[in-house]
């Protein structure tokens, strides 16, 4: 359910009509619904077990405008960065619903994060654990852990963001789990809280989930015989979104909030989820102009003023989103199927392929759907290019939220070497 819908023929992002947005904000456009994000949000935290932590993933979307838009629903975030705890920070997120995530945190991040007092830090490896208890000591400080422990099970997702086998970067072995333990038991400056898990994004079914969860009841079991006083459980975050109207939906949040509910009821663990794309994706569009319609020798080719700087989810995870113009197309009108690409100078540079699209014409607009997770936050300036500036909506109000960098802001980040400057 998201507030994107034609109204009198033209697409809206809730009350905002989307072709008068781009006249004057510009495209490419990122564009927010705060009411979707909302819904979102409440619909989740309201699926799991009451007194959970719903820590949004801010890798999803780490817009200061939406971090602050959880924040004063009651979220807490997920961070993986310094950079993302300093931006939870800023949004208002209290550091005792932070939890920190990742298999890099460096010293002066693992610093930042007890300096703020966050709720936990999901430790990732033997190697990160001992450099934090040696952090904690130099600040005097206690720091609060789990072990992220790899489960070795498959989510049956995109190999790019498949997490939870023995074969990626991401957690301890579940064999080695409880030497883990023990050793972090030893040092002074740890203190153990719980169990963290996470396999993976985009899972569209729920048995991945039950049997990395089901593992790790077991080992908690076995870690309080142990003698550990396993108090929490992180379940992660990767439940999936609809991207595709015409496949099989994921589960929705309540059959998820069920599972979880059914499976750890005996663990005895206060919870926390780490849910991003659930509560982003389809809260953001991205909004974009067509440059020219190209007749290839093979294709008809959309050129739009988007490119895979601005979405690279299509290049780098071959993933579908839905492209719909902003007029709405009579029913019944005639369709074109189009390859629909970017400015950038790579092949790669495609949004869909052989996309069934009303005709459409220079000057026309469309909307890339589901792109309010993982794009943004994933859009860089190749090609020079400044990327897409983002937009929030509330009824009928909107701002920007983050500006377009012009021409000489991208060139004043570089600097020249004394034997360059003129
Ligand atoms: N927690 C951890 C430890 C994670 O690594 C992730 C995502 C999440 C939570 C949030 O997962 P979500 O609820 O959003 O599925 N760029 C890719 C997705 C990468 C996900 C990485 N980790 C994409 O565009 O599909």
Redesign the pocket.
Known sequence: MNHFSYRGGILHAEDVPLDELARAAGTPLYVYSTATLSRHYQVFAGAVPAGSLVAY?A??NDNLAVLKTLAKLGAGA?V?SGGELAKALAAGIPASKIVF?GVGKAAEEMRAALEAGIYQF?VESEPELAALDEVARSLNKQAPITLRINPDVDAKTHAK?N?GMAETKFGIPFDRARQAYADAARMKNIQIVGVDV?IG??ITDLAPFEAAFQRVGGLIQLLRSDGHAIRRLDL????GVPYENSNTPPPDPAEYGAMVTRVTKDFGCTLSF?????IAANAGILLSRVLYVKHGDAKQFLIIDAGMNDLI?PAM?E?WHEIVPVVEPRPGSARVAYDVVGPVCETADLFASGRNLPELKSGDLVAILSAG??GAV?ASAYNARPPAAEVLVAGGDWSVVRSRLTHEQLIAQDSLPHWLAD
């Open positions: 993933a890798k999803a997920d993986v995530s999901n963001i997490t996470h994004s985009q992660g975050g990767g439940l780490e849910p991003g794309r659930l989810r995870y993933a997770a993982y994933m």
